[in-house]
């Protein structure tokens, strides 16, 4: 009796484990059929596709209709990043930002895309003060940080983008009070613009932020031979003549 039962069981576990077994190949088989049929609705033809030829004719297809998914998705950022530049240009510059998000969700490795959000971020920090004089509120403060990590994401992006180093700068100079940021910024900028005299004069202002008077001298010393500008060329002079009575 125990020899039978012994066996009954036996049999009993191989039909469980045949179920088992086939029910799992049924599964993955149609898993395999849904994805068949997925594809078809793509195909040439209509029905399951089951020859190989079939097949490479339903993935061409699909293939096909994933690269105008791509190309539509690149149409619609360029479209975002136009409504943010001409936001930009109406000097709308909180529509702007939002504008070329839209653009950066789409093309997030679009080093322009960042250095432009940079820029409107800046803009519009200095619409976005607390009332009294000179105080700063906590949107505007939000606004500046916005601007510093997209200038740097568009650098990270960039290494050579030198409108970004150089807004970069002038955010950290004039309105972060970071002139040593600054500085590290316009050197890098000026390894590929060593002669642009607004950079020497920056770094004139940072150096004496700093109180590095003597360098800030030498830096005006370079840039005013240089410019071409009348005014800028006053304002310099007057700036050197100043940090000498200070020396």
Sequence with gaps: MKTKRHIY???????????VVFILYYEKNKERLDLARQIAEYGPRKGVPRTI???KRAI???????LQHIKDAAQTG???KILGTRFQDKEMYFEAIDALKHAI???????????????NAAYASKSAYD?????????????????????????????KYNQARFA????????????????????????????DADAMFMMARAFYMLGRYREAVDWYDQGIPLTKDRMKKAEAEENRRFILGLM
């Design 9 to 19: 069981g036996l049999i009993a576990f191989i039909i469980i484990a045949g179920g």
């Design 53 to 55: 030829d079939d097949l």
């Design 60 to 66: 061409a297809a699909y293939e096909k209709l994933q």
């Design 78 to 80: 360029t479209y975002w």
């Design 105 to 119: 969700d789409i093309t997030p490795d679009d080093e322009t895309l960042h250095y432009l959000l940079g820029l």
């Design 131 to 159: 009332a009294g004089e000179g105080a700063i509120g906590e949107r505007s403060r939000r606004c500046l940080e916005l601007a510093e990590d997209a200038y740097l994401r568009s650098i990270e992006l960039e290494g």
């Design 168 to 195: 970069l700068a002038v955010l950290y100079i004039y309105e972060l009070d970071r002139p040593a940021d600054g500085i590290d910024q316009l050197v890098a900028y000026m390894e590929n613009r060593s002669g």
